[in-house]
């Protein structure tokens, strides 16, 4: 990064802090590729190490799957379970392999077991939104809420009848959506 931006050609990581109150320090990142959008697994999984803890908020733009050199979901999990602290994810068009890391599965330790906000943009599979809504509210860490934004493949229907009755809030495309 520079002070103009973006230097051609290279991914961009970009990590601000901040405080969410006055005894709590809260860290925000952004992982963001701009150049073939993908992140080497090398450079995702050195990231776990290299990352000052507590991270409050973890947000992911426009990972794609590589066929190059694929970052598998046990190694996207696994590179950030130190972060137990996380409460929101940001996931903006993002491969759905990306999602799956966020289901409570039994027997596997959850990722992110604080988590309470869930912000997706893009057109994420209806399948894979109730996998998780439903998971983390049988494992006892339901989400508090969800936002899906830019999105034509989840059904207001869907939202109103999986979603909204686990979920304090959702909101699809701008719109608050209660429990039928």
């Known amino acids: 990064m520079t002070r103009e931006g973006l230097v051609p050609g290279k991914r961009a990581l970009s990590i601000r802090g901040g405080a969410s109150s006055l005894s709590q320090e809260s860290l925000l990142l952004i992982l963001q ?3 073939d959008n993908y992140l080497p697994v090398r450079v995702f999984t050195s990231l776990a190490n290299a990352l000052p803890c507590p991270l409050d908020t973890i947000a992911f733009r426009d990972l794609i799957w590589s066929r190059h050199e694929p970052l598998s979901p046990v190694v996207f999990r696994e590179s950030l379970r130190c972060y137990s602290n996380i409460r929101a994810v940001h996931l903006s068009n993002c491969h759905r392999a990306y999602l799956a890391p966020l289901i409570a599965a039994p027997r596997i330790e959850p990722l992110f077991p604080r988590l309470e906000r869930l912000c997706l943009t893009g057109n994420p599979r209806e399948d894979d939104l109730s996998s998780i809504v439903i ?7 339901p989400l508090m809420y969800v936002g899906i934004r830019g999105c034509t493949s989840v059904s207001e229907c869907f939202v109103e009848d999986v979603l909204a009755p686990k979920v304090d ?3 699809l495309n701008g719109v608050r959506v209660r429990a039928s």
């Open 135 to 141: 998971s983390r509210d049988s494992a006892g860490m």
């Open 169 to 171: 809030e959702v909101v």
């Open 33 to 35: 590729t701009q150049f």
